[in-house]
């Protein structure tokens, strides 16, 4: 369960269970069991409430650093000539979601770059992006720990060349601090994450759904690279893929 406080009691127990869950990597995790909160645009009720996440990985600086990718992602989208969508305007079912920018790695980068949902827009299909999965994770989650290489092996497998494209906004470290970019570059060199974008979120740009008393990670969230409107709203683990590849298949014309 995410909890942003900044009380000395909180970042104590918090920092206690950073330090649990090391002598025993991925022991906090193992006895989770899966359980899944889905909120559509076409009017989906949720099927149940999230689980609270445990399961840190030990610190950033612990995490296996694998080598830096070359680019094993797709090739960066030439600009759209698209204006991007200026209604709703609110990261909720249905509206459209602003163009919100991060700082971190594109495909495996070895330099972090800008990046901005305005990358991702394709009005027309003509960058080849047929939906947009953003992914809110973070260090000390153990489902964000197992979800992470899960959505590596997709995009590999099939989903890039379904005009899929993956960002994971990586909200908090080990400790529940606000991540930096070493954080985000961490997160990427542990799970050899060269087929997505992985960036920086400090200030958690989808707060709305991480309200004070908390919420379930990893949280996912559809977008319509035509419209940029948000589809779909998962707290769940393991991701239900159906509504993404459902909305890359309608773009695709397939």
Known sequence: MLRISSTPRAWFVRAALVVACAVAIGGCAAGEAPSRAIESAAGEAPSQQAREDAGPMASDAGAAKGPDAASGGPEIAPPSSCAYPSSGQASTLGEVVPDHAWRGFVNGSLDPVDVSLADLHDCDGSRGIHAILIDVSAVWCGSCQAEAP????????????????????????????????????????????????????????????????????????????????VMERQTSFPFDPSKLLALAAANRGT
């Open 150 to 229: 899960a959505l590596q092996a997709e995009l590999t497998k099939a989903w890039s060349a379904l005009g899929i494209r993956v960002v994971t906004l990586v909200i908090q470290d080990a400790t529940g601090a606000p991540a930096t970019l070493e954080t985000a570059r961490g997160w990427r060199d542990a799970f050899k994450l060269d087929a997505m974008t992985v960036v920086a979120d400090p200030e958690v740009t989808f707060g709305a759904y991480v309200p004070p008393q908390g919420s379930s990670l990893p949280m996912m969230f559809v977008i319509d690279p035509r419209t940029m409107r």
